[in-house]
Every structure is written in structure tokens, then in C-alpha cells.
């Protein structure tokens, strides 16, 4: 199976050229974190900080994981 992720413009994603559903647009915004460190490992702290911003609510390592 071929994946193609499109990050410039709209997040988008798809397999062997069918348009892959991303769900809502934070779940697209945490593909696009992992997209851009695709060949590291990236902590929660840094994924939570990208999707959340630099003051993230108490919760949101339980929302990422969810």
C-alpha cells in the first residue's frame, strides 16, 4: 500500500490514491506533528505542545492518547 500525506495546504492523506478520512481537524493537526518528524521519535510533550500550544489545558496527554 502506498501512503501519500499532503501537509501544505489542507492536511490531507491517501492510500493508493483513494482520499484517506482524517477525522476532525485536531486529529488532522496531529498527523501533520507526526508527519513532520517522521523519521523521530517525538515525545508527548513536544506532540501535546504542537497541537495544543505552549500552555496546554491540564488534561490534554488524556486527550491526546483518546
Keep these: 500500500m502506498t501512503v501519500e500525506i499532503a501537509l501544505l495546504g489542507e492536511?490531507?492523506?491517501r492510500?493508493?490514491?483513494v482520499?484517506?478520512?482524517l477525522g476532525h481537524a485536531r486529529q488532522r493537526c496531529?498527523?501533520?506533528a507526526?508527519?513532520?518528524d517522521v523519521t523521530k521519535?517525538?515525545?508527548?510533550a513536544q506532540l501535546t505542545g504542537r497541537v495544543r500550544g505552549t500552555a496546554p489545558p491540564r488534561r490534554?496527554?488524556?486527550a491526546l492518547h483518546s
Excluded: N
Design 11 to 13: 492536511v490531507g492523506a
Design 15 to 17: 492510500g493508493d490514491g
Design 19 to 21: 482520499p484517506v478520512d
Design 30 to 32: 496531529v498527523l501533520a
Design 34 to 36: 507526526l508527519a513532520i
Design 41 to 44: 521519535v517525538v515525545t508527548v
Design 60 to 62: 490534554s496527554r488524556a
